[in-house]
């Protein structure tokens, strides 16, 4: 990709053309300022969005976010809805951990409060909230009580003593994805899946107390229970081995599918089914069962958290009670109706890396956040800042109700090992008050904020493009790694 394939749009939009190549069935278009788009250039991400755009049913754009970055298929970042009924899924498009997405917790403390115990509540979330590679919790299994689990979602986590009734109706689709079904599930999926619930896993997956420190909009603000010092909580995790085993079975079956039903890709990462064919239905299925155990994922480590806040500062502080704010998954695929030419179509959206940012008035969104858009959580890289944003109507016209999910690597987590000493940066982050508790130094390093792309510039492109708008600023305080 050559500066000459594309054209700017506006300050923070750029289109690759239809013509630009013969088997693209719609235009790719992708947000970033001059820097970031320097960034997109130096790996395959915009051929890949390219790519995106010659899959049967594409509508309207292939679209990436301004956190693009080189992925499976798709890249990450990317964003494509498909007309039903044949319009295609893939899962290229929805990523091996499916339902990787962020949980944000609100408190009543400011960090006055929690700063004498904060070593303790690190220490302790580490010690609660079970991490690592492979890495299984206190929650065993049995098969069918898995299958129950994938398939009710939040439903069973509240029946299970896990949840609130509010936990739910704060989660993206109240948590549960309607249409899992675990017959779709391979009995490798099934074995992966029966101990890892209520773990947090490792690569970017984090748990990070965070401080409030600046609003943007006071009225989001205060309809989420924002202010300025709070004390806040962030969890960033998916389905574990259970979606990653989803995701590789697909790929494997969609393989000779795509033979099957005509269709050429430029690219075999994208296999594909048509989304009304045997196999595409069941794939959604598999897919949603993985959602939904990424979502009692969350909120069983919810539920940690709120115990480690017990342990820590009962008897300590006035109130030390958890809860929650919003749930949202960055690695889905989604049936949903939008706008497409100034006709109501249903499609299915493909979010890889990208978050759902539903604007004002949506119906799917909870009474106490409908008038002001969906929450957005846009979690940064380890010891930088991230972002509480709210869907907008611009989000809807023009993204298909998404924006941007963190910020996006610029290093291969190989390179930033070869890079960064997890040891030298743990003290840099402790020497800026950053509390540390990770499981290794190589993961640490792994995650260095070097190796990422600069948070609050992707947050100002999609600011400024309106497909969300900045609530707050929070930074970390202490950080929990697997």
């Avoid at 956190?67 to 009924?85: K, M, N, S, W």
């Avoid at 689709?173 to 619930?197: H, Y």
């Avoid at 008035?361 to 959580?377: A, E, H, K, N």
């Avoid at 030298?424 to 540390?436: F, H, N, P, S, T």
Wanted: aromatic share 8%.
């Amino acid at each position: 990709m050559k500066r000459g394939d594309f054209k700017r749009i506006s300050p923070t939009l750029y289109e690759i053309p239809k013509s630009f190549r013969s088997d693209m069935l719609v235009p790719a278009r992708f947000y970033a300022d001059a820097e970031l788009l320097e960034g997109a250039l130096g790996d395959k991400s915009l051929d890949q969005l390219v790519n995106t755009a010659t899959l049967p049913g594409a509508m309207k754009y292939a679209l990436a976010m301004p956190d693009i970055h080189q992925g499976y298929g798709f890249p990450i970042g990317g964003v494509l809805a498909t007309e039903l009924p044949d319009g295609v899924i893939s899962p290229g498009g929805v990523g091996y951990d499916i339902n990787c997405g962020v949980r944000l917790l609100g408190t009543y403390l400011d960090e006055e409060d929690v700063a004498p115990y904060l070593d303790e509540l690190a220490t302790q979330l580490q010690r609660s909230c079970p991490h690592g590679v492979g890495r299984g919790g206190s929650i065993r299994l049995k098969r069918n009580e898995l299958k129950a689990l994938v398939e009710q979602g939040g439903t069973w986590a509240l029946k299970n003593g896990f949840a609130t009734k509010m936990d739910l109706e704060h989660t993206e689709e109240n948590g549960r994805i309607r249409g899992a079904d675990a017959s779709k599930v391979s009995k490798r999926a099934l074995k992966r899946g029966l101990d890892q619930v209520g773990t947090l896993g490792a690569g970017n997956h984090f748990i990070e107390v965070d401080v409030v420190e600046e609003i943007f909009y006071e009225t989001a603000a205060e309809r989420m229970g924002l202010f300025p010092g709070q004390i806040v909580v962030q969890i960033h995790c998916g389905s574990r081995g259970f979606g990653h085993q989803v995701c590789s079975d697909y790929v494997k079956r969609f393989q000779p599918v795509v033979h099957r039903y005509g269709i050429k890709l430029p690219d075999r990462e994208l296999v594909c089914a048509p989304l009304s064919s045997p196999e595409g239905q069941d794939y959604l299925a598999a897919m949603s069962a993985a959602a939904n155990y990424a979502f009692v994922n969350r909120q069983v480590l919810t539920h940690l958290i709120r115990q480690s806040f017990e342990v820590t500062l009962a008897g300590k502080v006035k109130n030390f009670h958890v809860y929650q704010i919003y749930d949202i998954a960055h690695n889905m695929a989604k049936i949903e109706e939008h706008e497409v030419d100034g006709n109501r179509v249903t499609v299915c959206v493909h979010r890889k890396g990208a978050t759902r940012a539903f604007g004002p008035g949506s119906r799917v969104l909870p009474d106490r956040y409908r008038d002001i858009g969906q929450p957005v959580l846009v979690p940064g890289s380890m010891g930088t800042a991230s972002w509480i944003l709210v869907g907008t109507e611009k989000s809807m016209a023009q993204s298909f109700g998404s924006t941007c999910h963190g910020a996006g690597r610029t290093m291969s987590r190989s390179k930033a090992k070869r890079t960064v000493y997890g040891s030298e940066l743990r003290k840099q982050l402790e020497g800026r008050g950053i509390r540390v508790r990770a499981g290794s130094m190589r993961g640490l390093a792994e995650e260095a904020p070097i190796a990422y792309k600069d948070v609050d510039r992707v947050i100002e492109v999609v600011h400024g493009a309106g497909i969300a708008r900045k609530v707050a600023r929070i930074v970390p305080v202490a950080v929990v790694k697997g």
